[in-house]
């Protein structure tokens, strides 16, 4: 069987509770829409039993494309062309971090064939939709009320910059990008400095301060588990990795698709995905993942939003900001989701996180078969 959807889900605001149940109870077919109100199907569909009920869509519907749609450009460069294919011509090179508006969405040839989504940057040309972050620029109130145990948030600017003190000047620590999460532990007000978020680095154990208009605080309904009345025994996850795709199951029955980026194979070892079965015993909402030499394929990301481990030895479905290129594997052995999709899982699986907890670890969980 051969399926495979291109997830732009991210190119959306996050989910209410109520968009989320909304979701869960219209089917596979209904999951695969984006919120944005569709979805490009770019490979043929088998004539599998489970899956009647996916047909594949080629044109988009684009009548609830955000206005204020941005992208944010997560390589060293992104190449514009003017038509949505590697082999057109060369317009220009955006570089990393730079935001450009994206006013459609298209599917190109299969000069990128596990990956055929394109974006249209307004009148200018053509940019691959994996070099892209969908993001946009929401600015949030200040919230000074925050419990004493801190409190979640996520970044809704393409990026902002997290300091040493409440000052623009001072000392940078880290960029955090837009769907990032983060544990918020206070509010500062620095006179015409204005107000500052402090927030705690779960790896490091630093607080650092980001500007308080840039996180939204999430509040505890938006965290409620999904799909709370089905038996634990009866929910599962597939990660297909030949296909790159996750698949969750309520009764045997598919409700959720998503495509993915698994573990692959790099110079300095094999970091392919185990295969086996799992579950999904230790949950947070946002960690701080670093390992390696930057030099050598290491990295250093923080805020890693909404991850499900399913091994002792960190394997986790998460979702993902530095790359937008979903359909071959690329990890270091986590499956890399987009944030909205990592999300999804984070509230359908076992255990459930309290909204009040950094972390939930339990000898139970939501079964997980890699194949």
């Not at 569709?38 to 869509?57: H, N, Y």
């Amino acid at each position: 069987m051969k399926i495979a959807f291109t997830d732009i889900s991210s190119l959306c605001s996050p989910l209410s509770r109520r968009e989320f149940l909304k979701l869960s109870g219209t089917g596979l077919f209904g999951l695969l829409l984006s919120p944005l109100g569709f979805s490009l199907a770019i490979t043929e569909i088998s004539e599998d039993q489970r899956f009647q009920g996916v047909k594949p869509i080629y044109q988009a519907d684009l009548r609830n494309l955000y206005p204020d749609q941005q992208g944010r450009v997560v390589e060293t460069k992104a190449t514009l062309y003017n038509t949505p294919s590697l082999s057109g011509k060369k317009i220009k090179d955006i570089w990393q971090d730079s935001v450009i508006p994206i006013t459609n969405v298209t599917v190109g040839d299969d000069s990128i064939p596990f990956n055929r989504i394109w974006y249209h940057i307004g009148d200018e040309g053509y940019i691959h939709s994996g070099v892209i972050q969908p993001v946009r620029t929401l600015i949030n109130p200040p919230i000074a009320n925050i419990p004493a145990e801190g409190s979640l948030a996520e970044v809704t600017v393409p990026f902002t910059d997290a300091r040493w003190g409440p000052d623009k000047d001072q000392l940078f620590a880290y960029r955090y990008y837009y769907g990032t999460t983060h544990w918020v532990i206070g509010l500062e007000h620095e006179g015409h400095l204005g107000y500052w978020y402090r927030v705690m680095d779960d790896k490091w154990e630093f607080e650092f301060y980001v500007p308080a208009t840039h996180l939204r605080l999430i509040p505890p309904d938006e965290l409620k588990p999904l799909s709370p009345d089905v038996p634990a025994e009866f929910k599962r996850l597939e990660v297909r990795t030949n296909e790159q795709l996750v698949v969750g199951y309520e009764w045997d029955k598919p409700v959720y698709m998503a495509r993915a980026a698994t573990g692959a194979k790099f110079s300095n070892g094999n970091f392919e995905t185990p295969p086996g079965h799992h579950i999904t015993f230790f949950k947070r909402p946002s960690r701080h993942m670093a390992a390696g030499n930057l030099a050598y394929n290491g990295y250093d990301l923080p805020g890693v939003p909404w991850i499900s481990y399913f091994t002792e030895s960190g394997m986790s479905f998460h979702g993902t900001y530095w790359h937008n290129n979903f359909g071959h594997p690329r990890s270091h052995g986590c499956v890399n989701l987009s944030p909205l999709a990592a999300k999804w899982l984070y509230l359908w699986t076992l255990p459930v996180v309290p909204p009040d907890q950094q972390e939930v670890y339990e000898t139970y969980g939501t079964a997980v078969d890699v194949i």
